[in-house]
């Protein structure tokens, strides 16, 4: 059966046609990667199809996902919009250099746990006052030390927090390729079992998994233990016609005139050797930018005043700006 | 349906993409929820469990163009067909053979099918080399019945009166036409499965290859060379930054903390931490780029170049007749575009030792330190010129470790006008090193025992 479905689909000129998966709920932005797409755009992110794919299958996988892509092409952004489509509360997490897991974890709260010593020091004299010798004493105290090590005391950090949340949330856990390599291996017991072992309290497993999702820049690349257990997505610069959608998404009030001619310049912009090309946020930055400043098109002189919006470097600043008629032009 | 995922797993680890057995698990639970309905969900489905970055998302979707859209058989249509369906005795004639019909009645699907049932019998997804490819289609051939037509186009020759001739015209050239296909369909299988096996057994050769020796490095390596050596120092500084990285654990510092307590009557408002200070390591490596060595210094330069993307700080150097500092070179281009630069300012000169070390010490000297690590890639000839021991004693007392790399075999050193035994005095290592292989593991025990971590 499956067989010859398979057949079927793979030669190109019979491939057969399914009718999408009827009586769909129309409320539920989880019954297909298309209601995914339209419940994604309502909250005002248009995501290209693959991108809608790779997080559908993550939420029916209950697996992490794992975002590349330069800066600014919306990674974050897909993890917030996708909390607010699902309802769901967001913990992130933004990862450094040195960051480790009494920060990302949990930490006892020193601090709380001397003061307290120092405040019931009166009252463990009592208690050790009428103990017979050492030993005894020894024991009592052992009994008071448990007290310390104990929920009044503990500081949860964001990913204690997410496996915490009984009714699921979404976990951003941002550019983990800043994190160090012994911070990477750490996150691979939380990624996949949903759970982290604490030496003092036992293991603490998470009732609804988290929907992770992890950002990378690419400043190093990631070990492939982490990676496997991860989907990958790669969200590359959109095309002009997604730029455009998304563009009139963020910037209400924008005019389509002016939204063609801008993305059509960056556009133009990314074809060129630039240290940093303009990503879909400068985009967007601009857009708003040029609304602010009422510009119902594109002159070169207000493009040339609004360069530093899109481009984030003096050299690239000074190598466009004399062609900047020119770019015009060529469109 | 699994075999044939299992398959499409095989292609994709030809083409360098890396399926763990847990890959290939998760690919199989994405496509139970997604169905084979849709081309678009199920490829992107694939693509999101089984590439994990960018250039294998590229390869992926190569490979699952050619493995999923396998061309239909393009048989020229028998020249029957200009008489119409083919006649009753031909049909009777070839009754034997299912295949014979099928050509001459042009039935293009059914030919596939069968070719591709005959495939599996013969074993032409196992192909492995390019040389496999004439044997492997002949097999495929004589499993999907060639001989039985072999033999009516025989009986058909022999009928009196040639009246069997026009049907063995038409199988012979079906038979040929038969015969290109199965040729395609063999090098196409070839391409999914064996390409990859081809370009390590070329990787391999090459990482044993002798980098000076006559020629050097065939133009056509070049590039796989380069990515080859890009591995390798991508390989060696994560390694290596891992060492580096002490991690600053979250520990208290309980001495530190009672003792600032005291300001306060005892009570710790402050809590204060462990602390690991770690020492920056730096590299300075001065590379050779003259005549003499003129076969290797690409390849150096090339691991200069890769060492420099990976390691923080480091000082590049090159010299042939002077010394000038590259790093700006290496820093503003693209591989190929650097070397040719570097090339193009220094390269190929007369060599001058003592000239190089004496610019060295001019300008950089002071940045030397007991952190400092230099490397030198060099053969050590120095056209009998002086070769200033005095600098090279001065480098090797300020700097914790002075590596030398000699494209060279030992016994040749001191022979000439080669200064490398005089040198070698003022080094910690002094090594040979002809072959990428030889490199990496040098550079490796370098970084393990001479860079401070």
Redesign the interface.
């Known amino acids: 059966m499956?067989?010859s479905?398979?057949q079927s689909?793979?030669?190109?000129?019979r491939?057969?046609?399914?009718s999408p998966p009827a009586a769909a709920n129309a409320a539920d932005p989880l019954a297909s990667?298309d209601t995914l797409i339209e419940g994604l755009g309502s909250v005002g992110y248009i995501a290209s199809?693959?991108i809608a794919?790779?997080l559908f299958?993550?939420v029916?996988?209950e697996?992490p996902?794992?975002v590349?892509g330069s800066a600014g092409v919306g990674k974050t952004e897909l993890a917030l919009s996708t909390a607010t489509l699902l309802g769901l509360p967001l913990i992130r997490m933004q990862c450094y250099?040195?960051l480790?897991?009494?920060?990302a974890l949990y930490?006892w709260k020193?601090?709380k746990q001397?003061?307290y010593t120092?405040i019931l020091k009166d009252r463990m004299g009592e208690a050790l006052a009428d103990a017979p010798d050492m030993d005894a004493a020894m024991d009592r105290l052992h009994g008071m030390g448990d007290l310390f090590f104990s929920e009044p005391f503990l500081e949860p950090r964001p990913l204690m927090k997410a496996l915490r949340h009984d009714d699921g949330c979404v976990l951003l856990i941002d550019e983990v390729d800043k994190s160090?390599?012994?911070?990477e291996a750490f996150l691979l017991e939380v990624l996949s079992a949903y759970q982290v072992s604490v030496p003092e309290l036992g293991v603490i497993k998470a009732k609804t998994p988290p929907l992770v999702f992890l950002t990378s820049n690419n400043v190093?690349?990631l070990g492939?233990a982490l990676?496997?257990r991860?989907?990958?997505?790669?969200i590359p610069l959109p095309e002009a016609a997604l730029e455009e959608r998304i563009v009139a998404a963020r910037v209400p009030g924008i005019e389509a005139k002016l939204t063609r001619e801008l993305v059509a310049f960056v556009q133009t912009l990314r074809t060129m050797d630039l240290r940093k090309s303009p990503s879909i946020s400068e985009t967007v930055d601009w857009a708003r930018a040029l609304v602010l400043l009422h510009a119902g098109s594109l002159a070169p002189e207000v493009v040339r005043d609004t360069l530093n919006v899109i481009l984030k470097f003096e050299q690239d600043i000074t190598a466009v700006e004399p062609q900047v008629v020119e770019l015009l032009h060529r469109r | 349906m699994q075999h044939t995922l299992e398959q499409f797993f095989r292609a994709l680890r030809a083409a360098d993409v890396r399926v763990s057995p847990a890959e290939a698990i998760d690919a199989s639970r994405a496509v139970a929820v997604t169905g084979y309905g849709d081309r678009t969900l199920f490829r992107d489905a694939l693509c999101s469990t089984l590439a994990k970055s960018a250039e294998e998302v590229d390869r992926f979707e190569s490979v699952f163009e050619s493995f999923f859209s396998r061309d239909a058989v393009g048989m020229p249509p028998p020249s029957a067909s200009e008489q119409g369906e083919p006649s009753e005795e031909d049909m009777a004639a070839t009754e034997s053979s299912p295949l014979a019909q099928a050509v001459l009645q042009g039935d293009n699907a059914q030919i596939q099918q069968s070719m591709e049932e005959a495939a599996a019998r013969a074993g032409v997804a196992d192909i492995r080399l390019s040389t496999q490819r004439s044997r492997l289609t002949r097999r495929l051939l004589e499993e999907m019945g060639l001989e039985e037509i072999e033999r009516i186009i025989a009986n058909a020759r022999r009928m009196p009166n040639g009246e069997g001739q026009g049907l063995a015209d038409r199988l012979d050239q079906a038979r040929r036409d038969l015969f290109t296909e199965a040729q395609r369909y063999v090098a196409r299988q070839h391409d999914l499965y064996a390409a990859g096996s081809a370009r390590e057994l070329r990787e391999e050769r090459l990482a044993k290859k002798q980098l000076n020796a006559d020629g050097g490095v065939d133009p056509v390596d070049y590039q796989l060379m380069q990515a080859l050596v890009k591995k390798m120092a991508k390989r060696l500084a994560t390694k290596y930054a891992r060492r580096r990285r002490a991690a600053q654990k979250g520990h208290l510092d309980v001495r530190k903390t009672l003792r600032r307590s005291m300001a306060h009557g005892g009570i710790p408002f402050q809590i204060e931490w462990k602390v690991k200070k770690i020492d920056r390591p730096s590299i300075v490596a001065i590379c050779d780029v003259s005549k003499s060595v003129a076969a290797a210094a690409q390849f150096l330069l090339t691991f200069l170049y890769s060492l420099n993307e990976v390691v923080d700080r480091m000082d590049a150097f090159a010299f042939s007749g002077r010394l000038i500092s590259v790093n700006d070179v290496l820093d503003d281009n693209a591989v190929e575009g650097a070397i040719l630069k570097v090339l193009q300012e220094i390269g190929f000169q007369q060599t001058d030792y003592g000239r190089s070390l004496q610019d060295f010490a001019e300008q950089h000297l002071d940045s030397l330190d007991r952190r400092t690590t230099v490397i030198f890639l060099g053969d050590g000839r120095s056209n009998f010129a002086d070769p200033r021991l005095d600098i090279m004693r001065q480098i090797h007392d300020r700097s914790r470790a002075v590596i030398w790399l000699n494209p060279e075999p030992e016994s040749y050193w001191g022979q000439g006008d080669s200064v490398m035994n005089r040198y070698a005095r003022f080094c910690h290592v002094a090594k040979q090193c002809g072959t990428i292989e030889q490199l990496e593991r040098i550079i490796d025990d370098v970084l393990r025992s001479y860079v401070p971590h």
């Open positions: 499956a067989q479905g398979f689909f793979i030669s190109k000129d491939i057969l046609t399914i990667v199809r693959r794919t790779a299958m993550a029916k996988l697996k996902i794992l590349e250099e040195g480790d897991e009494s920060k930490e020193y601090g001397l003061l120092q160090d390599e012994a911070f190093r690349d492939d990676k496997r991860c989907l990958h997505l790669h």
